[in-house]
């Protein structure tokens, strides 16, 4: 069976990933980081030329929503970085046939709103609040795309997913993306009977959320068969909303009836960053989960986790 090494096998990605049922295909060896730190470039090596991975799906970083990021910028370029430089050009080195880089849809400039499309990346200023997280995501992308022109036999590619939910998220209000965020504070509310909970800005900004066992679906499509895969290809439903409609659809899942307020203080980021899914739709691939659905069993699997 071809072995398969998932990094940040752990985190909410890989635990996806992991859990999917099409992994049965694989062998996976995914070393929790007390095993295999990616910021030691020689341990990273010696594991890599001990294991000869058949392929690599790179799901590991230092990941947070937009508060995190902007309160420790200088981490987020840097070990993001160190890891993304760590692990492709060990990569490279042991002749890995195929690799999977994970990026973000924050990698694009933070003007164009909609229609994200690969190419345009590069071509303007970066949101602030996560520029550094994005300059290492961008890094990462232009050192899988060098390895390839250098040697064409890899069939590495880079897949760009919009912002993602789902079980084994993070729900510490201290570093969760936007919607583990809402069913923690929602949950929170409903169980010690408040009427109020704040919204971070005025609710108008939109975002694209995909299921993380749709992504986790995307991954292993491309890994039977890279051929088939653009270079660097968006994964996302092609659809967003409202910051604001987040809040009611959780509110609905969890039962809770209560009023919104808004926090106009809290950081915002992009105002909309909606991706084009034409390369992903060209591919054939489509995410299934929707939106209700996912939020849903996401929810059930927060309350298992309750005390
Ligand atoms: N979540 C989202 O909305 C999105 C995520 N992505 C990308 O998907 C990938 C996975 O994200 P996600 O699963 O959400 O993040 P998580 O934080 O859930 O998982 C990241 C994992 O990486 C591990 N990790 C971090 N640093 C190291 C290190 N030095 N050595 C070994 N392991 C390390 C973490 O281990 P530990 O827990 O021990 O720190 C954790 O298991 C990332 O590349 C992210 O940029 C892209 C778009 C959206
Ligand atoms: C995936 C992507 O995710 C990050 O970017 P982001 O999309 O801006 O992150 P976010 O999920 O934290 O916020 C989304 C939106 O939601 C609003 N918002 C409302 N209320 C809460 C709230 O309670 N918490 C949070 N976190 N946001 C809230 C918040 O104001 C913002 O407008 C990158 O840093 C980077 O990690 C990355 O790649």
């Given at each position: 069976?071809?072995?398969?090494?998932?990094?940040?096998?752990?985190?909410?990605?890989?635990?996806?990933?992991?859990?999917?049922?099409?992994?049965?295909?694989?062998?996976?060896?995914?070393?929790?980081?007390?095993?295999?730190?990616?910021?030691?470039?020689?341990?990273?090596?010696?594991?890599?030329?001990?294991?000869?991975?058949?392929?690599?799906?790179?799901?590991?970083?230092?990941?947070?929503?937009?508060?995190?990021?902007?309160?420790?910028?200088?981490?987020?370029?840097?070990?993001?970085?160190?890891?993304?430089?760590?692990?492709?050009?060990?990569?490279?080195?042991?002749?890995?046939?195929?690799?999977?880089?994970?990026?973000?849809?924050?990698?694009?400039?933070?003007?164009?709103?909609?229609?994200?499309?690969?190419?345009?990346?590069?071509?303007?200023?970066?949101e602030p609040s996560n520029?550094?997280?994005?300059?290492?995501?961008?890094?990462?992308?232009?050192?899988?795309?060098?390895?390839?022109?250098?040697?064409?036999?890899?069939?590495?590619?880079?897949?760009?997913?919009?912002?993602?939910?789902?079980?084994?998220?993070?729900?510490?209000?201290?570093?969760?993306?936007?919607?583990?965020a809402i069913i923690h504070?929602?949950?929170?509310?409903?169980?010690?009977?408040?009427?109020?909970?704040?919204?971070?800005?005025?609710?108008?900004?939109?975002?694209?959320?995909m299921h993380a066992s749709?992504?986790?679906?995307?991954?292993?499509?491309?890994?039977?068969?890279?051929?088939?895969?653009?270079?660097?290809?968006?994964?996302?439903?092609?659809?967003?909303?409202?910051?604001?409609?987040?809040?009611?659809?959780?509110?609905?899942?969890?039962?809770?009836?209560?009023?919104?307020?808004?926090?106009?203080?809290?950081?915002?980021?992009?105002?909309?960053?909606?991706?084009?899914?034409?390369?992903?739709?060209?591919?054939?691939?489509?995410?299934?989960?929707?939106?209700?659905?996912?939020?849903?069993?996401?929810?059930?699997?927060?309350?298992?986790?309750?005390?």
């Amino acid at each position: 069976m071809a072995r398969l090494f998932v990094t940040g096998g752990h985190g909410m990605v890989g635990s996806n990933l992991r859990a999917h049922p099409g992994i049965a295909a694989w062998q996976v060896l995914a070393p929790a980081r007390a095993e295999l730190d990616l910021c030691d470039a020689v341990a990273l090596r010696d594991w890599l030329a001990r294991h000869r991975p058949d392929a690599v799906v790179h799901a590991a970083g230092v990941v947070g929503g937009i508060q995190a990021n902007m309160a420790e910028p200088l981490r987020y370029l840097a070990e993001n970085a160190r890891i993304g430089l760590n692990l492709i050009t060990a990569c490279r080195e042991i002749g890995v046939p195929v690799l999977l880089n994970l990026s973000s849809s924050c990698v694009y400039p933070r003007d164009l709103h909609r229609d994200l499309a690969e190419e345009q990346i590069l071509t303007g200023p970066l949101e602030p609040s996560n520029e550094g997280y994005a300059l290492a995501k961008i890094m990462a992308m232009r050192l899988v795309d060098h390895a390839c022109r250098e040697n064409p036999a890899l069939q590495w590619r880079t897949l760009i997913p919009c912002n993602l939910y789902g079980p084994f998220d993070t729900f510490d209000p201290g570093r969760s993306h936007l919607l583990p965020a809402i069913i923690h504070k929602i949950h929170r509310a409903r169980i010690e009977g408040r009427d109020r909970v704040e919204i971070w800005g005025d609710g108008q900004a939109r975002r694209e959320f995909m299921h993380a066992s749709d992504l986790a679906d995307a991954i292993l499509r491309a890994l039977a068969d890279p051929s088939a895969v653009p270079a660097v290809m968006n994964v996302g439903p092609g659809v967003d909303h409202a910051i604001e409609d987040y809040y009611r659809l959780v509110a609905g899942v969890v039962g809770w009836q209560g009023r919104f307020v808004h926090d106009l203080g809290k950081p915002v980021g992009m105002r909309r960053k909606l991706l084009s899914v034409a390369r992903q739709a060209a591919w054939g691939w489509a995410p299934r989960i929707g939106l209700a659905e996912g939020v849903a069993a996401t929810y059930a699997w927060y309350l298992e986790q309750q005390p």
